[in-house]
C-alpha cells in the first residue's frame, strides 16, 4: 500500500460569509486563539506524517505564503532581544524549506476543481485533502486516526460524523453497508441532498484520503450540486474500484465557515489551553 505523503489544502475561498474581516485577508489567516486557521491543519497534517503541502490558493491570498515563510526581520529582532523560546515556538511549526507548494485555482468552480488543480503536484500516488475552515479538538489528532484506518483497509477513507437530519443538506452524505460504529463501508455519496433524499445523515467532515485516480474523474468537469465541480461526485466514481470507508473520528468537530461556530471554536481551543482557561471561565460565567 502507498503512503499517503502529500496533502493538499484548498485555500481559494473568497470568504464572504466572514466580510469584511476577509476583505483585505485571506478567511485561512482567522485566528483561532493566538493561531491562523491554516496553520492548525498543516500542523494536524504534519502530525499525520504529511511531508509535501500543497496550498490551492487564489489573488490575494499571499499573506499565507508570508505565513510559511521565514519572518527575517522579526526573527532578527526576537535575536537581538534574547527572544530565544519564541523563537524556537516561531520554527517549531513550520515546514521544511521546500516542502511547501503553491498552486492557483484560477477560477471558483468549487471544492472539486481547486483540487484538480493540484494534479500534477500530487502525481500517481494517494493523498489528502485538509480543508482549513473545519478544525477538530481530539486528542489524536484526525488526520493521524484516519491514517490509522488508511493503514489497515487502503483505497479512499473519509472522516464522518453524524448530523441532524435537517442538516444534511450542508455536507456530503454517505450511503453505507457495513458499519461497525466508527468505519463505514460507503456504496454512495451525494453532495448536499435534501433531508428526504438523503441515503443516512453520515456527513463528510474536511479530511479525505484520496487515490489518486479521483483525477481522471475531476478532468472530466462534470458540473454538480449548486453548478460547482464537485469533489464528492468525483469520489463516489471511485466507488466498487477501491476500497471506499468512512471514519467516525474521535473528536469535536468545529465549523469554523461561519461566525457562530468560529467563536464557539475560540472558546473550546482557547479553553484547553493552562494560561488562559480558567479566567476565561470565569468570564464566560459573569457574562
Ligand atoms: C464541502 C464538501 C462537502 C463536505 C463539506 C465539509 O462543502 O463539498 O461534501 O461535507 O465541505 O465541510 P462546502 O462546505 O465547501 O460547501
Known sequence: MDTVRKAVFPVAGLGTRFLPATKAMPKEMLTIVDRPLIQYVVEEAKAAGIEEFIFVTGRGKSSLEDH??????LEDTLSKRDKVQQLEDLHAW???????????????????HAVWC????????PFAVLLPDELVLSDTPCLKQMMGVYAQVGGNVLATMDVPKDQ??????LAIAKDDGRKVEVTGLVEKPDPSDAPSNLSITGRYILQPEVFG???????GAGNEIQL????????????FHGYRFDGE???????????KANMAFALQ???????????????
Do not use: W
Not at 118 to 125: L, P, Q, S, Y
Not at 217 to 223: A, D, G, M, Q
Not at 234 to 240: H, N, P, S, V, Y
Not at 275 to 286: S, T, V
Open 68 to 73: 510559511f515563510d521565514m519572518a527575517y526581520e
Open 94 to 112: 513550520l515546514p521544511d524549506a521546500g516542502h511547501v507548494i503553491y498552486t492557483r485555482q484560477q477560477a471558483p468552480l468549487g471544492l472539486g
Open 118 to 125: 493540484a494534479r500534477h503536484i500530487v502525481g500517481n500516488e
Open 168 to 173: 444534511t443538506n450542508r455536507y456530503g452524505i
Open 217 to 223: 474523474h475531476l478532468s472530466k468537469k462534470e458540473r
Open 232 to 243: 464528492t461526485d468525483a469520489m463516489a466514481k471511485m466507488i466498487g474500484s477501491h476500497p
Open 253 to 263: 468537530r468545529h465549523d469554523c465557515g461561519h461566525a457562530l461556530g468560529f467563536l
Open 273 to 287: 489551553r493552562d494560561e488562559l482557561a480558567a479566567d476565561l471561565k470565569e468570564f464566560l460565567k459573569d457574562l
